[in-house]
């Protein structure tokens, strides 16, 4: 398993901050990136570092930059957040290589949804989406801790 | 109009997890000059086309300094820039020399003070922010080889360490602990108390 001190704290705490905001910009209720069909609680515990390390992947690389606004306070915040998850997914990684953490077919299939989800939305709104549902994946990993 | 020059001297304080933007003042004979900051981090540059992004308290500010603490909110490589605007004239960006991360804040020892109330040793650590855990070290004088331990994860009021034997000489140091960057600080000096000699009333 891959322990990385991260601190989920700051990274809640600027989530927090502009939560209302982002969901109020996803006019899309009935649709999940993270939870469509299967929630996140159903990873195997042996597949969660390679699903976490491919989560924070998929928000660095397609999601945050996706989400500038035209207000301030929340492109700080979202800098904040963006710059967190980096900082995390180059422990996650170093923690994948030592310990080998390998993808089960589970975490693959399960990512594989999540992308499916992603894409099959307009960029922005996907992006949005998908920074609105941060507190699941958040909520998820402490849950696994 | 001859173009504004670039804030000189540009650097970073950064302590116990406060940071903060420094730079000298551009000096324009019965004009007052003013500064705007941006900052940039790892993410920005890497995945957003290095973009900057302005900090609202510290635009259009007739300060020499700002706080930047909110912004550097994570544990990757910054860059800060300044400019100077006068009017609509505006000078070239000064942007810092290299990176900044914010694990190489100066951390200092606690403030604390330690009380003995009876047999009761106390110990009272000042604040210094909510990144701040405490680790405080308590023996009983002359017993240095049994000291123990406590890791206080937020600073509420006095806290109780231990109950003293009568009479007892005890001593206490604390250090600071920032998880976020996994770093402590030096140990503050010892504060030894004694405790309170015994009382007991004899009837006779």
Known sequence: TCRVSMSMAEIRAGFTAIKANIQSRDPIRTLSILSHPHSLHKVKSSDRCCITHQLFTFYVDKVFKHCRTEDSFVNRKISSIANSFLSVRRKLGQCREQNNCVCGEESTEKFKQILANYEGLNVTSAAMKSLGELDILLDWMEKSR | DALLPAPQSISILSTNMKHFLTWSPVIIQGATVRYSVEFQGE????????????????????????????????????????????????????????????????????????????????????????????????????????????????????????????????????????????????????????AQGDTSMWLV
């Open chain 2, 43 to 194: 993410y920005e540059r890497e995945y957003a086309n290095g973009s900057w992004i302005p900090i609202p308290e510290c635009s259009l500010t007739t300060a020499t300094l700002c706080n930047i603490t909110q912004d550097i909110s994570a544990s990757v490589a910054y860059k800060l820039r300044v400019r100077a605007e006068l009017g609509a004239s505006r000078s070239p960006w000064a942007t810092t020399e290299g990176f900044f991360n914010r694990a190489t804040t100066s951390l200092t020892p606690p403030t604390l003070r330690v009380l003995a109330d009876g047999h009761h040793l106390l110990v009272e650590l000042a604040d210094m922010g909510p990144s701040f855990q405490f680790r405080v070290l308590y023996w009983r004088k002359g017993q240095e080889s049994r000291v123990q331990q406590k890791v206080l994860e937020e600073v509420s009021s006095v806290v109780h360490l231990d109950t003293m034997e009568a009479g007892a000489e005890y001593c206490v140091k604390a250090q600071a602990h920032v998880e976020a960057i996994n770093r402590s600080s030096s140990f503050s000096p010892t504060q030894c108390v004694r």
